[in-house]
């Protein structure tokens, strides 16, 4: 069998964007690109073929390397820098608007480096809500950025490797002074329209939303209760625009284009070639209206290759179509190789090439009935370990109901949908359709949540994630490669079913007790746990878009023996709520001063327990310091695992920290620096006094506040500590035991640095 071009293709570009990635963010590829010139030419010189291959992984490098040299330059993170910029998204948050802005023009401050290379940021803007802008618009902002970077925590979404293959080059939000200005009005914009005149219609919001979703490819429209819903319960595809929406719209072309050749000329219309280019102009104009976003322009190649594919004319198989979509796409869009939904939709599309190659084409409504319900029982549990991989979830219940769900939305909603655009010229004609749809709509909505909560969405523990995925892939192969022995599938069918079912066990290893100091920007959040028991120190900030850090650490539904909330300032418990609906919290505790949504126990100076042979005591406050200041009277926590000790001051002041000098047995194992490493705390008789081996800094990278203070951080070097920083190092992790030294991890280091 013939290999021809597109799998060679596929794989240079491969090859290519692997390569660049592996590189990283460089800040000089002269070299690099001097050494890939000089062998384009000695290949060129040999065989013109291999220098083709070679220019092929190029570009795939250079198109990754392109992405990292785009980012904003760390000289400028933090600074004011002035922009215009056209508007490509806009989405309402809690008490703002989350835009996404094309650069076209942006100047630094004096002295700084360049900021011409950025071309995306993402941005909140507040205080707008008389002046919204809106997708088309060109503005002059001034906008404070930072480079594009996520919380660093373990089993956690990674943001900042969102952004990257997103194409988004800085975040940050949008100054009030000066005022932002409008500098031109947006253009026509068909989608616009279309989306104007949905706003019109007498329809439900949620009707709304979803055809925006469906039929425009605005996503965004779409709350955060819809996404919810939908990923609870694995039907997250049938929102996207993807091949069943393009297949769709490509087959009804194909279909109106193919009768008016055989009106037109009856005798020969089969061998017409316009009907099917025709389809694909459809394809074509389909992706545009819904803005060519990855997953669209996807679906419109695997369209188009479907299309010449079935077409007959001079076509490749179904292999060499799969992979000639696969090339094509990431010759566009190099970056879509680190896109998750690239790759769930390729390996459906080939999953359904083996379990139908062969066999022959279904015939009459009963045989397309059990194809579709073939396909779909054989597709899923390929497609659960595919996302078990990718999102670390799981939905029970996903099987059973796109089984329902995708012929549902398939042969009857999205057809309604795209059917009220046709008629839309048409008065009432169209309402009417979307008034069918808005039924259709809430039907399935009313099977989504009872199928969710009778089977919620699950996500295994870590451990669980590759043996189950496993389990899950050779049952997929077990029951779609033909001739695989009947006592094999049940075999294989079985072990799948016994795998969440295997007891795991929650006993630390040889550790007493692991302690992690979670990444949660400007704030602290820390868990402590040791074998038969949980507790949380702060519950990390809620940011003014009312994003929480705590909501992205956990599942729902985890058990805590105990919360200490050290006060009530918004950077240590700004989690509370989200910890109290999401959770089952055994006691709270908190200074008694506090005002907390919770009731809680109050921390007092001298209380002590012990727990798996780990002893926690209360150093402050006493109970005569209640009308201190929210900070002085923080809880003050004491940790003693055998020799070891580890501080968690909170935001006491260096006043309370003198006060506090008389209970320490130097040297303190590690310390949790005091308010972030603020100037008003570690005061130098308290860090002389704890004499820390470790340091630990709870701040967010970029902070206005400039924690940690360069004194403080001094004062610990010249005692000789070593120093660590949930800014820079991501979420840091202790283990300690009665036998062993302590031991320090982190999740990101961005750059070697001194630390002890």
Same mark, same amino acid.
């Given at each position: 069998m013939r290999v021809g071009l597109a799998m060679p293709v596929a794989l240079a570009l491969m090859v290519g964007a692997g390569g660049g990635s592996w590189l990283g963010p460089s800040s000089n590829t002269m070299p690099l690109t001097s050494i890939l010139g000089v062998l384009l030419l000695c290949l060129a010189a040999v065989k013109l073929r291999y220098c083709l291959w070679l220019a092929i992984v190029c570009w795939g490098l250079v198109a990754i390397q392109?992405?990292?040299?785009?980012?904003?330059?760390?000289?400028?993170?933090?600074?004011?820098?002035?922009?215009?910029a056209r508007v490509v998204e806009s989405q309402r948050v809690t008490s703002g608007v989350r835009l996404l802005l094309a650069v076209e023009r942006c100047v630094s401050p004096d002295q700084r480096p360049s900021c011409q290379q950025i071309e995306r940021v993402r941005v909140s803007a507040y205080g707008l809500d008389q002046n919204l802008p809106q997708p088309g618009e060109r503005w002059q902002m001034t906008l404070r950025l930072r480079p594009p970077n996520g919380f660093q925590n373990p089993g956690t979404f990674d943001f900042a490797h969102w952004l990257w293959r997103e194409g988004i080059h800085a975040t940050g939000y949008v100054r009030q002074d000066p005022a932002p200005q409008r500098l031109t009005p947006s253009p026509f914009s068909l989608r616009q329209q279309a989306l104007s005149t949905l706003e019109t219609?007498?329809?439900?919001?949620?009707?709304?939303?979803?055809?925006?979703?469906?039929?425009?490819?605005?996503g965004d429209q779409l709350t955060q209760d819809d996404w919810e819903l939908l990923n609870a319960s694995g039907t997250t595809h049938l929102v996207v625009i993807s091949g069943l929406h393009v297949g769709l719209v490509v087959s009804f072309a194909l279909l109106l284009a193919r009768q008016a050749a055989r009106w037109l000329t009856p005798g020969n219309w089969r061998l017409r070639a316009w009907p099917w280019w025709f389809s694909g102009a459809a394809a074509v104009g389909y992706a545009l209206l819904a803005g060519m976003a990855p997953p669209a322009m996807r679906a419109m190649i695997m369209g188009l290759v479907g299309l010449w594919v079935l077409s007959g004319r001079h076509a490749p198989g179904p292999w060499q179509g799969w992979w000639l979509a696969l090339a094509a796409v990431l010759m566009i869009d190099p970056v879509a190789l680190w896109r998750p939904g690239l790759w769930l939709s390729f390996i459906a599309v080939a999953w359904l090439i083996v379990i139908w190659q062969g066999r022959a084409r279904p015939q009459g409504l009963r045989g397309w009935g059990w194809a579709l319900v073939r396909s779909q029982l054989l597709l899923a549990p390929l497609m659960a370990a595919a996302v078990l991989v990718a999102f670390g979830r799981v939905a029970p219940a996903a099987p059973l109901i796109n089984l329902v769900a995708v012929p549902w939305m398939s042969l009857l909603m999205v057809p309604l949908a795209l059917l009220g655009w046709l008629l839309a010229p048409l008065p009432y004609a169209s309402t009417a359709i979307w008034w069918l749809f808005e039924q259709g709509l809430n039907a399935f909505y009313i099977a989504l949540e009872y199928a969710v909560v009778h089977w919620p969405l699950w996500e295994p523990p870590r451990a669980l994630h590759l043996p189950w995925a496993l389990g899950l892939f050779v049952t997929a192969l077990c029951w779609g490669l033909p001739g695989t022995a009947r006592w094999? &599938?049940?075999?294989?069918?079985?072990?799948?079913?016994? =795998?969440?079912?295997?007891?795991?066990?929650?006993?630390?290893?040889?550790?007493?007790?692991?302690?992690? =100091?979670?990444?949660?920007?400007?704030?602290?959040?820390? &868990?402590?746990?040791?074998?038969?028991?949980?507790?949380?120190?702060?519950?990390?900030?809620r940011y003014r878009?009312?994003?929480?850090?705590?909501?992205?650490?956990?599942?729902?539904?985890?058990?805590?023996?105990? =919360?200490? =909330?050290?006060?009530?300032?918004?950077?240590?418990a700004g989690g509370v709520r989200a910890l109290q609906d999401q959770h089952l919290v055994d006691e709270w505790r908190a200074p008694a001063a506090e005002s907390l949504p919770v009731k809680s126990l109050p921390c007092v100076r001298g209380t002590e327990w012990q727990r798996d042979g780990v002893t926690y005591r209360f150093w402050w406050p006493n109970a005569d310091h209640i009308d201190a200041s929210a900070n002085d009277r923080s809880c003050v926590l004491d940790i003693e695992v055998g020799q070891q000790r580890v501080l968690?001051?909170?935001?006491?002041?260096?006043?309370v920290e003198r006060r506090l000098v008389g209970d320490l047995d130097a040297p303190v194992t590690a310390l949790v620096a005091g308010h972030h490493g603020s100037a008003s705390s570690s005061g130098?008789?308290?860090?002389?006094?704890?004499?820390?081996q470790h340091v630990i800094f709870s701040a967010g990278r970029d902070n206005p506040f400039g924690h940690p203070n360069d004194a403080v951080v001094r004062r610990f070097r010249q005692q000789g500590s070593c120093l660590w920083n949930t800014a820079h190092d991501g979420a840091i992790q202790l283990r300690l035991s009665t036998d062993a030294p302590i031991e320090i991890n982190t999740l990101r280091g961005d750059a070697p640095r001194q630390r002890c």
């Open positions: 392109y992405q990292w040299a785009a980012q904003l330059p760390a000289g400028l993170s933090g600074e004011d820098v002035l922009v215009e219609q007498p329809l439900a919001p949620r009707t709304q939303r979803w055809l925006s979703a469906l039929t425009l490819g605005l094999l &599938k049940r075999g294989a069918l079985i072990l799948v079913i016994l =795998v969440p079912l295997w007891p795991m066990s929650q006993r630390l290893s040889h550790e007493a007790l692991r302690i992690t =100091v979670y990444d949660v920007g400007q704030g602290q959040l820390i &868990k402590l746990r040791s074998a038969h028991y949980r507790l949380l120190v702060d519950t990390g900030p878009s009312g994003f929480m850090p705590l909501e992205t650490l956990w599942p729902p539904g985890q058990h805590f023996d105990q =919360v200490i =909330v050290s006060h009530a300032d918004t950077d240590h968690i001051t909170g935001d006491v002041g260096s006043q130098l008789q308290f860090v002389r006094a704890a004499d820390p």
